[in-house]
């Protein structure tokens, strides 16, 4: 599965910008799909994961009420909503797809991933 992202940039505090991911060579629906970012000399953690279906989302608690992940089947695509921004958010988004029959609780858990894109957040 080969996964890019796009829809990075750079906006003020309080601002909102839409990620999106589009996925080629697999299977769109047989995989669940998440969002993790890396800010700088930080780990790469979780923002948010959908189900295969779309019907189950989990999102960190620093994006909970603010950030929305959902996937459209059809176009082979995932989207994360970004409303709020905060300088904190600033990092770069990755888009990552698992193949698991759960769904992935785990960063070693998701097999493809794509090269990001960067999302920054002035004050």
């Known amino acids: 599965v080969y996964l890019v992202e796009s829809g990075g940039g750079l906006v003020q505090a309080g601002g909102s910008l839409r990620l999106s991911c589009a996925a080629s060579?697999?299977?769109?629906?047989?995989?669940?799909m998440g969002w993790y970012r890396q800010a700088p000399g930080k780990e790469r953690e979780f923002v948010s994961s959908?189900?295969?279906?779309?019907?189950?989302?989990r999102h960190a608690d620093s994006v909970k009420g603010r950030f929305t992940i959902s996937r459209d089947n059809a176009e082979n695509t995932v989207y994360l909503q970004m409303n709020s921004l905060k300088p904190e958010d600033t990092a770069v988004y990755y888009c990552?797809?698992?193949?698991?029959?759960?769904?992935?609780?785990?960063?070693?858990?998701?097999?493809?991933w794509g090269q990001g894109t960067q999302v920054t957040v002035s004050s």
């Open positions: 060579g697999g299977t769109f629906s047989s995989y669940y």
């Open positions: 990552a797809a698992s193949d698991r029959a759960t769904q992935p609780y785990s960063r070693s858990q998701y097999t493809y």
């Open positions: 959908i189900s295969k279906t779309g019907v189950l989302t």
